[in-house]
């Protein structure tokens, strides 16, 4: 960090401060200018507020070198993270496939999902329980009971589950869910991020509407100075001026994340877009950019959905995409796993 004072400063005042540092442990580096100090501030700046340095009186300017995430970043941890769910790696050269329909409707339909992509060769299964909608009115999932048909249909397909927690309450409700879904609505509930921390299951951390990637980054050290190291960042899209797609998917979101942190990145092109024709061409962009998995909504009868229906494919145009992701990965250099 660099601290820039203002000029002709009370010596006493300026020694003062520095001293205040230096208690802290920090290495104070000086260099005097014809009328300005700058000072350069060697240690673990992380837990300093900046805030507060720049509301004293002698500072004219701070500016941070060190990213203020430390757990999730690449420079204290250079090697990729990979994280093992029941069997499937995720991260390093390990590719996942998460597939399902938005909303579970029913125990007869999730087990009929689970079984189709199963056998196009998905990784693990999807399925909102607890929805995050917009309009009080719209189907808001089944709940605890949601949970319990996806535990069904992982009973019988033997593939991990995902979902989402929307409440620190519901915790207990999601010790036997192998993946738990932060939904982008949810990416800055500190609380529930900080009561995540506690657990050691994976996490998937969804990226806000409208958040920076050093905001997301700052979402999974939450998670993460809580002792869960296991997050695993999701792109799903962003709002910007476009109208013609349910959101922009931030492409170079996958290489920048990749660079800053060692967590392992997986795609949301079905939220990206909005639309079910377009999470093909998005799904092959997010391989090529390097994403470490795809998550994509999957309904038996998408007319028919209860939620995101536009967005979901069917199992045969599932199928047919994973044609294409075994190919891409493959040509990457990636193990679907
Ligand atoms: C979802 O995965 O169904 C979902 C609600 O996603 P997001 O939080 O990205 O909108
Ligand atoms: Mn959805």
Redesign the pocket.
Known sequence: MIIILKENQPKQKVEEFIKGFESQGFTVHRSQGVHTLLLGLVGDTTKLNIETIQANDLVAEVKRIQEPYKNANRKFHPEDTVIDIAGHKIGKGHFIMISGP??VESEEQITLVAEKVKASGASMLRG?AF?PRTSPYSFQGLRAQGLEMLQAARGKTHMPIVTEIMNTSHIPLFEDVDIIQVGARNMQNFELLRELGHLRKPILLKRGLANTLEELLMSAEYIMAGGNENVILCERGIRTFETSTRNTLDISAVPMLKKLSHLPVVVDP??AAGIAWMVEPLAMAAIAAGADGLMV?VHNDPKHAL??GA?SLTPEQFDMLMQKVKAATAFFGKTLN
């Open positions: 938005c909303s909102g929805k079905s939220h909504e939620s995101d967005q």
